[in-house]
């Protein structure tokens, strides 16, 4: 890979103590440094600047007039209001279930915890048709539900439920090994101290655990703002009613309107990038507060 | 080190009132929410029967969206396999400035939404992007058709092999390879005969996690696919254009191939973590005189 | 082949791991690097082997410049603190591994390497183990293991990092000898890096003391034991008396303590650091001194009794106010002293700092002309 060699070669060239520094011990730096580069590169940053150029190709107040648009601005209260339910929901269960997992034995755990991963291999599409079969007023939960009252399909609650299944792994897996981790000696040490059940979860257990549970959620919140083909089926799809914006964002490209379809998803794009660098600078705090590290 | 079972250690919940209360709520709700889709899926494309079954798995247009996507699943995982690895290696093994940045970097297509991805791809390399629009002058097309749909998926599942291995990596120190070095081997030896051995459950894993990934990509797909019958749909997209066309059977036919690999990718995952426990278990019973 | 290290600076971001450091590492011989943590002897192992870039300075193999050859051509054994085993081969592959990464040329036939691999097997006492993973090996077997490893392309230098931290003490003992056997075999030119000062007194024919990026002291175990460079060696080897006041007319004084300094023309503050087998007891006052003391504690340790004191009437701030000193067991038999019993300190050689020297002056009142006792091991 010459273009590899020849960007190592750069870097050695321009910052030498930053080429030649202890990576000299160790094999491979600049073929690895290479390949990352030119992928990373190619891969991630470069279609960034299409979106940069469509946008900036428009006027500050063309821009704002398409992110303002009524049925847009409902589409973001409809995806984060349903996002954020199901990251809350997400938040319960997915504790509920890392707990019972680390905390307990029981016939099917083995299955049931492998079948938390599901949602993450699974691919979108099929989750959203199913979720919408199951949820159907004539689908075997719909059914059910729809005796009670409750309507799912094709409502802001089918959004909730798309949501909170597709991103349930990440709550449960960012809580689990924490959980793993806990020394009983904290417990047993409250438990002498004559601390009921419900104290030490609530001083000791729980303290450590709420990093873990808030990295989770807010992942799961990333994540649910974009979702897109699991959403699709079951929400129906309603202009200002049951619309998320990553659909509003494919509506406008099929209309061929690519300048109001940069603008909202550079809006979308912002803001999951925030969140991003947030978890992780919040992540690296939160692990060295604990760790020491 | 089952706590539980002791009553000596007793931790908090494990009282035998609260204990079946969770377990049971949690199973509820993993079996309502997880397990039960999973069964529909596949009870919904035996809904007219095995001879349906078959017959709509092997459509021409099912075929050939099976084709597709394995295609594009072929092009993608192994790109994604040299990077992950190049990128594990770099960031695990050496420090330099803006180390910490590259990790994060890779999360990127983890916290974007699919459609945004797809977007970002078609704005740059369609015909009026700047990159699209020179290519069509050597008149190449790279969206709606499989091109843009191997870039977008390459995209979207850059972060996997990566994340497989950098904790390992990480974890597992430079030690070995350092003596590997002392001891006169080249690179290439050395990531041979220590590296890899030693993240070999971790690739697989990431391999398979991929490729799971790469097959069932949708949002991003659907943006540069053109959504040709025929010639730019991948499986899932197959999937919804059945769906779409109130053909349920036939949409959950395909959808059953997709679930199966998810299950394959769970059962997988299900193994390298059961074979990583066994080392660790035999690691901790190791101090003999 | 000797090792030089000549002006080596090494800096890891503000902190300063090794300032200026020079030595001469003698062929054939086994050197210990000998300091608490952050004293800069591992930095300065790794640097010599290649594995660290020093900021500036040189290091020579036999006068040949060696400080921009990389590790890999250095041709040096090098023993990690947590062994570095290869994990996924077994015993035999791991010894085999630098053989078999020879280049092509200089590559022996595959029956050498093995022949060579059944060698070390031998040598270090564990041929039934050739095909067993590191994993089912005890802390002991595998340090054997790295070290057969890092011999077998015969290098002419070994440098081991804390190779015996991990273990227990029993193996550690065992694995001392052994490791000094194999020098004595072979005769590498090898150096050893451990916080251990019993190890390093106990195994090394050249101790290289060193604090804080410094070199402190560089002497045979013997001849450091028995004359410490500096107040920071001293407190380093072991517990040591002190006895801190101000020098008037050729004595030492504070509060009630007394010790008549012999050829001492110095007046002003002084500190005296007496090693617990300078000092005897006795149940009245010497003529030189007068230092006493109440028994705090006595243990039966191994083959002398300890003893440890607070002095009466003065303090000693050097050594958390507690003295201790060596009787034996016939000593001990008779006069059996119990805790709070009162004794005097009476000081046969000492070591007198005074103000701001770094180097102590030895004051001697011995009264025959033998040397005090010299304990090296116990």
Known sequence: MSTANQASAVIQQRWPRIGNRSKRVLPGFGLSLGISLLFISLILMLPLTGLVMEVSAMSFDQFWFVITDPRVVASYKVTALAALSASLFNGVFGLLLAWVLVRYEFPGKRLIDAVVDLPFALPTAVAGIVLATLFAENGWYGQWL??????????????????????????????????????PEDEEAAVSLGASDALVFRRVIFPALWPALLTGVALSFTRSLGEFGAVIFIAGNMPYVSEVTSLMIFVRLQEYDYAAASAIASVVLLVSLVMLFAITLWQARYLKRIEGR | MNASQSSRHRRVGDSPAIKWLLIVTAVAVAIALLIMPLLVIFVEALGAGWGTLADNLTDQYTLHAIGLTLFVAALTVPLNLVFGTALAWLVTRFRFPGRKLLITLIDIPF??????????????????????????????????????????????????????????????????????????????????????????????????????????????VSVVSGNIRGQTNTLPLHVELLYQDYNIVGAFASASLLAGIAVFTLAVKGFVEWRQTRTLNRLQTEETA | MTITVDGINKRFGQFQALNNVSLNIPEGKLTALLGPSGSGKTTLLRIIAGLESADSGQVAFSGKDVTKLHVRDRNIGFVFQHYALFRHMTVAQNIAFGLESLPRKQRPPKAEIQKRVSELLDMIQLPHLAQRFPA??????????????????????????????????????????????????????????THDQEEALELSDQVVVMSQGNVEQVNEPTELYARPDSRFVFDFLGQVNVLSGEVKHGSLNQGNARVTLPGIQHQGSAQLYLRPHEVRLATGPAEHANLPLRIEAVSLIGSEVRVELRPEGWA???????????????????????????????????????????????????????????????
Not at chain 2, 124 to 151: E, H, K, T
Not at chain 2, 176 to 201: D, H
Not at chain 3, 162 to 184: C, I, M, Q, S
Not at chain 3, 370 to 376: A, E, I, K, T
């Open chain 2, 111 to 220: 916290a974007v939404s699919p459609v945004v991805a797809g977007l970002l791809y078609l704005l740059l390399y369609g015909r009026n992007g700047w990159v699209g629009s020179w290519l069509a002058d050597y008149d190449m097309q790279l969206m709606f058709s499989w091109p843009g749909i191997v870039m977008v998926t390459v995209f979207v599942t850059c972060p996997f092999v990566a994340r497989e291995l950098i904790p390992l990596m990480q974890q597992q120190g430079s030690e070995e390879e350092e003596a590997g070095v002392v001891l006169g081997a080249s690179g290439w030896r050395i990531f041979r005969t220590i590296t890899l051995p030693n993240i070999k459950w971790a690739l697989i894993y990431g391999v398979v996690l991929t490729n799971a990934r790469a097959v069932g990509e949708f949002g991003a």
């Open chain 1, 146 to 183: 729809s005796k009670l009252g409750i309507d799912v399909a094709f409502t802001p609650v089918g959004i909730v439920v798309a949501m909170a299944f597709t991103s349930l792994p990440f709550v449960v897996r960012t809580v689990q090994p924490v959980l793993e981790e806990l020394a």
């Open chain 3, 136 to 193: 089912q090996l005890s802390g002991g077997q595998k340090q054997r293991v790295a070290l057969a490893r890092s011999i077998a392309t015969r290098p002419k230098i070994l440098l081991l990092d804390e190779p015996f931290g991990a273990l227990d003490a029993k193996v550690r003992k065992d694995l001392r000898r052994w490791l000094r056997n194999l020098h004595d075999e072979f005769h590498f030119t090898s150096i050893f890096v």
């Open chain 3, 316 to 378: 000693s701030e050097g050594s958390d106010n507690i003295w201790e000193v060596g009787i034996s067991h016939a000593e001990f038999n008779n006069q059996r002293p119990t805790r709070g019993d009162l004794r005097y300190a009476v000081p046969e050689v000492g070591h007198l700092f005074t103000g701001k020297d770094t180097q102590p002056v030895t004051v001697s009142w011995a009264e025959s002309e033998s040397l005090p006792r010299v304990r090296l091991i116990n």
